[in-house]
């Protein structure tokens, strides 16, 4: 039985709902508090035991790296004028990623979410990994991609995040039919990507965390782009599905935050500020003084 020890983070996207400030600024490392988005990713694998992250990015280039590697110059000078703080928090960073190992894998032009994942099989071989979507973060007390490894410890199975969301929002999300077989546990029959209010098969999202298995991978390398030019992770994992084969599903537990458009990542932002220890009473008495609250 592996050991899940890796996990991909697609990064590779232009980010086109995040335009124009996308154009200079990857959505990636949009701030979250005081950190980009893709920390909480990052945090939420080290926090599940994963010891390598392979970002997909669109370059060689990858400055997001830079953010979870020493930056000695920086280091060295703030120690010169005694910014003990701020070195602090650079050191913070340091010691965090001490137990990672970061790798990157191109994704040349954006042909979907199935397409960037493969481009990490060489790196992830015949072992089952994570992939975790930076614009959704989970906060809860258990790592959400841990919460879903114990299922696959159990089933050797992909196996996909949920999280109820009303009716009236299924129109903007993959939505599954599953059959209940334990608590918070589902066996995926079908996913409907974006259905009809009227036509959707549950109230049950798929949220951006997955389990995959080397089989996953075969599908993946061997599909062959839709009628939009992209080849779709779920589009696949439906294929699979009609084939027999079995995946599950998992509603989590904790709190779903979303960062996939302006809106969404502004009240993220504005949630996880209120909650910090260092910001959120800060935040909260300059916001009733203003009469804003």
């Avoid at 039985?1 to 590779?12: G, R, W």
């Avoid at 400030?21 to 035991?49: F, H, N, Q, R």
């Avoid at 969301?165 to 029959?189: D, F, H, L, M, Q």
Wanted: one cysteine or more; aromatic letters at 8%; hydrophobic letters at 40%.
């Amino acid at each position: 039985m592996s050991e899940l020890k890796k996990a991909i983070i697609p990064m590779a996207g232009i980010g086109t709902r995040f335009l124009p400030l996308s154009k200079i600024v990857s959505k990636v490392a949009w701030p979250v508090v005081d950190k980009p988005m893709i920390y909480y990713s990052v945090l939420e694998a080290k926090k599940a035991g994963i010891k390598e992250v392979i970002f997909i990015t669109s370059t060689k280039k990858n400055p997001i790296l830079d953010f979870f590697l020493p930056s000695l110059g920086i280091e060295k000078l703030l120690k010169k004028r005694k910014k003990e703080n701020l070195l602090k928090e650079l050191e913070q960073i340091r010691d965090f990623s001490k137990d990672i190992s970061f790798s990157s894998a191109i994704q040349k032009q954006p042909l979907g979410d199935g397409h960037a994942i493969v481009q990490a099989a060489a790196k992830i071989g015949n072992e089952p990994c994570g992939v975790m979507f930076s614009d959704d973060i989970v906060d809860s007390p258990i790592a959400c991609i841990s919460q879903l490894m114990n299922i696959h410890r159990t089933s050797q199975r992909p196996v996909l995040a949920l999280a109820r969301i009303p009716r009236e929002r299924v129109p903007s999300y993959g939505i599954v039919e599953v059959e209940k077989i334990a608590r918070r546990v589902y066996k995926i029959r079908k996913i409907v990507e974006k259905p009809e209010q009227n036509k959707a098969p549950s109230d049950l999202a798929i949220v951006g965390r997955y389990i995959l298995t080397p089989e996953v991978f075969e599908y993946l390398k061997k599909a062959k782009p839709n009628k939009g030019g992209e080849i779709i992770l779920a589009e696949v994992l439906n294929k699979m599905l009609l084939e027999g084969k079995n995946i599950y599903g998992y509603e989590f537990e904790g709190k779903w935050l979303e960062c996939g458009t302006k809106s969404e990542w502004l009240k993220t932002h504005a949630y996880l500020s209120l909650q910090d220890s260092r910001f959120g009473q800060e935040i909260k008495k300059f916001l009733k003084e203003n009469k804003s609250i």
